[in-house]
């Protein structure tokens, strides 16, 4: 009776502990991103995207970037971050997933690159141009970023995490919840998502 | 019905373990470097939990080490210290640190509560120091980019472990299968033991030759903030942290089997731990050939 009760105690403790496994790797960066939505006058030109990483990825980054180890990153130092610690992200949209209207944007390139390493904190800034022209009707966006392999998390910043720059032609609305159309890591995450509505001013 | 239950059982919970053990940087490699692992059997929001834990404890990790070198002070030590162990153990609870292999092996072997402890520990601390030890030797002997190099590094490592688990599996497998249909299984019991802790070596070695990219992050950090003794300190209690994973886990088997064993006759009792070997040894022998190909391919 005693080992039949340990052999359930024990069996369950496994399956307990076998219920908090994934299948690909738990994430080793974490990124924290704050988004600004670029408008012209003509609507939506792009998004700026802006990543603080943490402290272990800026470290990593800078033992191999920082080549004279002055804890700033020279023009050189940011093109060999943008050719070796950005570039292979064009295979995973730069992790920014958009759709129009319900229908996805394929990001080819961005622009604008820069990064910079300020007491050991690194941050990432970029450009995804993405136009979209204003009308009198609603337009509908939503801009998803997640890394698709979960080896980094993307979180929104808790402060001001989405800004808009020349809207002033328009009515917008932005709302950031969890997409639930949206899934990724074998359907146990739905990224956090940016909602876009926008509209030319009457 | 029992006998067929429990060796159905352990099996399905052994496949619940299946996971690889790292996958590569999207930052800084191309995809077709990277492995792709099957899909979970069970999927968990306790997950995005640990993730988040995990986030807070680095962070915070940072912060100390930071502070400890900039001010001196080395009250946040002790902190410092119990963080990487807690770190370490949930970290460890996610996918890979070599679960699915080290429950094989104590399903196939008979080693006793001791030995699934020692288990645990060489191999978190293989796991840990591998990555540590690759930092220090990419930096200060090659004297090469870590986050780049590390890349190419890991899939050697990947190759050599996945190879050598597939070999160890299919050992269990033959080995399992002898005792099951060509041999009285009785008069094995003394030089089984004997065996499983003589081999206990080559499993942890397979499982821990690949470098955790918790510890090799940490220990980068360190080295940016000019702490290397502190980098080693902190791998070390990463290390244990896992141990304590990896080795409940291994001890959960173990009196799992042991239970389950004592409910049959001794006979029984051997042709199921035979059988239980026999599927190990080829889910073992099956995952890591198919992670070997990856990492090859």
Redesign the interface.
């Known amino acids: 009776m005693v ?2 009760k ?2 359930i ?3 369950l ?3 307990l ?14 990124i924290v991103q704050r988004l600004s939505m670029a408008f012209d006058e003509k609507g939506l030109a792009g998004i700026r995207v802006h990543w603080k990483f ?12 920082d080549r004279n180890q002055n804890g700033h990153l020279e023009p050189d130092e940011v093109k060999s971050i943008r050719e ?3 570039s ?2 064009a ?2 949209n730069y992790f920014v997933f958009i759709k129009i209207e319900n229908t996805s944007f394929k990001v080819k390139y961005t622009t604008d690159f820069t990064a910079t390493l300020q007491d ?1 904190r690194l941050e990432y800034r970029f450009f995804v141009p993405c136009h979209v022209r204003a009308t009198q009707s609603i337009k509908k966006i939503t801009v998803a970023t997640y ?1 698709p ?1 979960y ?3 993307i ?1 929104f910043a808790k402060n001001k995490p989405v800004s808009l720059t020349a809207s002033d032609a328009c009515e917008v609305k932005t709302a950031i919840r969890e997409d639930p159309e949206t899934t990724i890591y ?4 739905h990224p956090w998502t940016l909602f876009l509505e926008f509209c030319l001013k009457p | 019905m029992k006998k067929c239950l429990t060796i159905l ?1 352990l099996f399905v ?1 052994a496949c ?2 299946a ?2 053990v ?10 077709e470097t ?1 492995h ?13 939990k ?2 988040v834990w ?2 807070q404890i ?2 915070k990790m ?2 100390l080490i ?1 502070d400890v070198q900039t001010t001196g002070n080395i009250m946040p030590l002790l902190f410092l210290v119990a963080l990487a162990f807690s770190y370490g153990v949930i ?1 460890a ?4 640190h070599g ?1 699915f292999v080290a ?1 094989s092996y104590v399903l196939s072997h008979r080693a006793s509560i001791v030995g699934g402890l020692l288990f645990g520990i060489l191999t978190a601390f293989l796991h840990g120091f591998s990555g540590a030890v690759g930092v220090l030797g990419l ?1 200060y002997i090659l004297q090469r ?4 190099t590390l890349g190419s590094v890991t899939t050697v490592t990947q190759i050599i472990s996945f190879g050598m688990i597939t070999l160890l599996g299919l050992s269990i497998f033959l080995k399992n299968s002898y005792a099951l249909f060509s041999k009285p299984v009785f008069s094995q019991h003394a030089q089984e033991t004997k065996a499983s802790r003589k081999g206990l070596v080559p499993w942890a070695l397979a499982i821990g030759l690949i470098p955790c ?2 510890v ?3 220990m ?6 000019d702490a290397m003794t502190l980098g080693l300190v902190m791998a070390a209690f990463i290390s244990l942290g896992m141990a304590m994973t990896i080795s ?2 291994v001890i ?2 173990l ?2 089997k ?3 064993l ?2 049959v006759s001794r006979k029984h009792a051997e042709m199921i731990e035979h059988g239980v070997g026999l599927v190990s040894g080829m889910a073992v022998t099956v995952f890591g050939g198919l992670f070997f190909i990856a990492a090859v391919g």
């Open positions: 080992h039949r340990i052999l105690l024990s069996m403790v496994v399956i502990l076998s219920r908090v496994v994934p299948a690909e790797s738990h994430p080793h960066i974490f943490d402290d272990m990825f800026a470290g990593m980054i800078a033992e191999d970037h070796n610690a950005f292979y992200l295979e995973f050991g890394d392999s080896y980094s998390a979180f074998y359907g146990m995450v | 059982l919970v619940l373990w996971a690889p790292s996958a590569q940087n999207p930052f800084t490699s191309k995809s990277r792709k692992a099957p899909p979970p059997v069970i999927k968990s929001q306790f997950f995005i640990i993730i995990q986030h680095r962070q940072s912060d930071r970290h609870i996610g996918p890979g679960k429950m930096r980019g870590v986050g780049e990219p918790a090799v992050m940490v980068l950090f360190c080295l940016s903030m409940g886990v959960a088997v009196v799992g042991a239970g389950a004592q409910i």
